[in-house]
């Protein structure tokens, strides 16, 4: 039994503890914000912050989270209003079919609280290691280079 | 590749019966013996009656039924646009319900570039039609001219301030009719919507973490399934011993059936254990039947093949003498959707024996058909509903999925079941984008102008989608009884297949295509982004190129010199102006490139000019910038327009920078992001789109467009920058670099005499 923070509210995941801390996310705690994309740490889909770093939770074991504090994208909005980067994203329109936007807005939230005013490099640097398959990569930097100069 | 509208005429669909199958609501001899009817717009040709696609309720409720399914093109944005335009109701008001099979009009496969062209026009018909019908019940109640009243959010306002809302005047009957293909459409002036960058509704759920796509569906008692495939193609399951992992934690169910091996468990963590074990106690007969990547190209050159006249137009003689002639010939590898999230499908078989599958399926009455036949059931007693899934470019694992959801539903009734395959059972077992080798040759006059072009292509099939056949879906040709796989065709005119865009719109005096068209699949392949527009154009686009060297011509205006079609002309130019081509500068180890092409030569027309910096020590390509001028006709969104375009180009630099699907003679060697590595944010340039607005001219499909232009000007300017022709794809760094140190091994291919 793993009890550790989920986007601020304490829970305990009766999942084994060599379950992936996404399959615990996305069976027991009904998580969308986190996807599976490859199993295997090479896409980014399942990125989540555990005590605000961005963490491919897809090899992360679940015992690796006891204690600590997981955001996922819906701890990001405060009661159902987007917070300033998914703004930014729905602004920019950032995404095609939206199926990496989880990780990517996820990774960005780590950026941006290390680093609040990224340049157009920094953010690509930062999400070199997330795969977008449509090609909405430019919009997607636009949207946390706005997030950013909103901050 | 779709088998929607495709002919008009029932001479056309006759003629086309043989390699086609249209959905008709009504037999074919009925339809012979009926007089014609009138011809409505698009889809609601086939599907006439307005309560096929609208539901007015009378709490004011508006619904849109749609067969086009949302694959993160933004399809159902723009057809929600046009129909609050034509309605006169506001774009959020609009409900909709997209790819059910048991409620909505069976609009074929969502593929293409179709959707815009003939669904488009058949919302916004059934949109008008049913607003001047509310419109005629608010004149009567209401004693009033039709031409005095005003409508605002589906309220009809009465001169003197009386209103009456659509909900109250809509009687049941209202949209039980046939369209009359009379109501007028609203003149350009009164659009609010069409023409204006909206918002897409599902993004935004998307970025907040609602549930949206099938992966998030989780339905009480889900079950979990994974499939154990085969090691091969062929392989044959020989013996496997179930009972260890039929005793494994939480493991409901081991599924064989001849070569089709699966489990079912409680939790997903369960399945794959089990699977797994599975996998290890399977012992299966291989074959050893693939080529290799690296032989493919010859293995296409000698290939059984049928020969397929594309085109045939002799030169009028007289005229200009024959000068010299050019060949060349290109190479295009297998390359994959490879969808960021794998496919995935959930289906429930309950207890009246109905088996409802969710899935991100394009054709959703098609692969019902396909999975009622692999099953047996009655076609009534399946139903199918579409629900998101990641990115779609083609025929992917997503029907699939659903298949294998519904074998696995079958086994263990009464509980939903998830499919969700592993990244490497999408790698391994998508069907690809197929392989093509494309030769051409040239008959220059003394100025360099073309006399004749000769293009052969050899490609294996680029459509194998369901289409109501059950051989069609991957698991039914393991089962006991195997469903053989059909032999698939190359569609013909005007949409063409293998030999989509083989024909270029330039005009030559003399222009032949031949098709080697390849009924053996080596790998498993079918309808990728494009077909074969993408290997057609690198061709076309490149070879055009070299020409204009041999020329000495400027490619620009080389380009123009032989292509009279405006719309052409105005995206070349548009390209060109914004790229700045006229007044760009060489400088050491940069190329510019451009190259055109309308997609299908009937859908949206695009032209892409780029600008690289070649590495001649590393072999590396770094594209500094990139630049879309598109015409799709009259822009209903046009910021989706830009996405599509501009997601297109960076998907096609990704294909030919870096894509190949690998493979020996056994099996398959490209099976994770590490061994199909794709573009990266860092590698991504900047791209500008430039949009020519057509008011009036019919919608033209858009998701396509930019694939075929962006692979050839990519190649055109690394030859700018390099001197060097690269005809091979992806322009590996590898490849960039032996080409750069063998120069003439590259270009071996080109004689001039």
């Known amino acids: 039994m793993i009890e550790f923070r989920l986007n601020g509210r304490p829970v305990r995941s009766t999942a084994p503890d060599d379950d992936t801390l996404l399959s615990a996310l996305t069976n027991d705690h009904e998580v969308n914000g986190a996807k599976y ?115 | 590749m779709a088998s929607s509208p495709l002919s008009t005429s029932r001479r056309g669909f006759l003629k086309g019966a043989g390699s086609l199958t249209l959905s008709f609501s009504i037999p074919l001899a009925d339809a012979i013996a009926q007089a014609p009817a009138p011809v409505l717009p698009g889809n609601m040709n086939r599907h006439r009656r307005l309560s096929a696609w609208l539901r007015i309720e009378a709490s004011g409720t508006v619904t849109l039924l749609l067969g086009k399914v949302e694959l993160g093109q933004g399809i159902l944005t723009a057809l929600t646009q046009i129909c609050a335009d034509e309605l006169d109701v506001e774009f959020g008001r609009i409900q909709i319900i997209s790819g059910d099979t048991a409620l909505v009009p069976n609009e074929g496969v969502t593929a293409g570039s179709l959707s815009m062209p003939y669904s488009a026009p058949a919302v916004q018909q059934a949109a008008a039609e049913a607003r001047a019908l509310l419109l005629d019940l608010a004149a009567a109640r209401l004693g009033q001219p039709v031409a005095s009243l005003s409508v605002s959010d589906g309220v009809v306002s009465a001169p003197g301030g009386t209103k009456l809302s659509y909900g109250e005047l809509v009687q049941p009957d209202t949209l039980q009719r046939e369209a009359s293909g009379k109501a007028p459409r609203k003149p350009r002036e009164q659009h609010r919507y069409i023409g204006r960058s909206q918002p897409r509704p599902d993004l935004e759920a998307k ?20 499939i154990v495939r085969p090691p091969t193609y062929r392989a044959q399951l020989v013996a496997v011993d179930t009972s260890t992992v039929e005793r494994m934690p939480g493991v409901v169910r081991v599924v064989r059936r001849g070569s089709f091996l699966a489990v079912v468990a409680q939790r997903e ?133 659903a298949a294998d959801a519904a074998l696995l539903a079958v086994a263990v009734p009464g509980k939903p079941i998830r499919v969700l395959f592993t990244r490497e059972q999408e790698h391994l077992w998508e069907p690809y984008g197929s392989a093509m080798l494309v030769n051409t040759r040239a008959t220059l006059d003394a100025q360099g102008n073309v006399l004749d072009w000769d293009l052969q292509l050899w490609s294996t099939p680029h459509g194998t989608r369901p289409n109501g056949q059950p051989g069609n879906l ?32 330039y005009d030559f005096p ?53 292509m009279k079609d405006e719309r052409a002309r105005d995206v070349l130019n548009g390209a060109a102006r914004r790229f700045g081509w006229s007044n760009w500068r060489k400088s050491a180890g940069r190329g510019r490139g451009i190259a055109f092409a309308r997609y299908k030569n009937i859908a949206g ?33 046009p910021d989706g327009v830009v996405n599509q375009i501009e997601g297109g180009l960076i998907q096609s630099l990704s294909w030919t920078l870096k894509e190949e699907v690998r493979f020996d003679d056994t099996k398959v060697l490209s099976s994770d992001w590490s061994s199909y590595p794709i573009l990266t944010f860092s590698e991504v340039p900047p ?66 005499g």
């Open chain 1, 37 to 151: 994309g490859c199993g295997r740490a090479q896409c980014g889909s399942c990125t989540v912050l555990v005590d605000g770093n961005p963490v491919r939770s897809c090899t992360a074991p679940l015992s690796s989270v006891g204690g600590r504090s997981v955001t996922t994208l819906e701890g990001l909005s405060q009661s159902g209003r987007p917070s300033r980067l998914q703004q930014a994203f729905i602004d920019e329109q950032a995404a095609q079919c939206g199926y990496c936007s989880a990780g990517m807005i996820m990774q960005a939230q780590a950026l941006l609280e290390r680093n609040p005013r990224p340049t157009d490099a920094e953010v690509r640097a930062a999400l070199d290691g997330n795969l977008c398959r449509c090609g909405a990569h430019n919009r997607i930097v636009r949207a946390v280079l706005r997030a950013a100069k909103g901050a």
């Open chain 2, 207 to 226: 970025f907040l973490g609602r549930s949206i796509f099938v992966h998030e569906k989780r339905p009480a008692g889900m079950l979990h399934g994974q």
């Open chain 2, 269 to 401: 963590r369960q399945a794959h254990d089990a699977a797994r074990a599975l996998s290890s106690a399977a012992r299966w007969e291989v074959d050893k039947a693939m080529p290799g990547h690296d032989r493919m190209a010859d293995w296409l050159r000698t290939a059984p093949s049928r020969l397929i006249d594309t085109r045939n137009q002799p030169r009028a003689a007289g005229g200009a003498e024959p000068a010299r002639t050019l060949t060349a010939s290109y190479y295009r590898p297998y390359q994959m959707h490879a969808s960021i999230g794998p496919s995935a499908a959930i289906a429930t078989l309950d207890a009246e024996g109905m088996l409802t599958v969710q899935t991100h399926s394009q054709s959703v009455f098609e692969t019902r058909e396909a999975i009622a036949k692999m099953l047996g059931m009655p076609l009534e007693k399946v139903r199918l509903q579409h629900v998101q899934g990641a990115g779609c470019y083609g025929h992917n694992l997503a029907d699939d999925a």
């Open chain 2, 474 to 505: 991957l698991s039914a040709r393991y089962l006991e009884k195997p469903f053989a796989m059909p032999v698939p065709g190359n569609l013909g005119p005007p949409n063409y297949a293998a030999d989509r865009n083989a024909i270029a719109l």
């Open chain 2, 510 to 562: 003399g222009h032949r295509v031949r098709t080697h068209f390849i009924t053996e699949m080596p790998l498993r392949v079918s309808s990728t982004r494009g077909l074969g527009a993408y290997g057609n154009v690198f061709a076309i686009e490149s070879f055009i190129d070299e020409l204009a060297v041999a020329a000495g011509a400027d490619p620009l205006e080389y380009r123009l010199r032989h």
């Open chain 2, 605 to 637: 027309y695009c032209a892409v000019a780029l600008e690289v910096e070649v590495d001649r020590a590393s072999g590396h390509i770094r594209v500094l910038r990139a630049v879309a001028a598109a015409d799709s006709g009259h822009i209903v969104n």
């Open chain 2, 687 to 752: 791209v500008e789109v430039v949009l020519i607005d057509r008011p009036g001219a019919p919608y033209l499909g858009t998701g396509e467009a930019s694939q075929g232009p962006t692979g050839a000007a990519l190649a055109n300017a690394v030859f700018d920058a390099t001197g060097v022709r690269f005809r091979r794809l992806p322009l590996t760094p590898e490849r960039v670099l032996a080409g750069l140190k063998a120069p003439r091994a590259e270009s071996a291919h080109v004689t001039h």
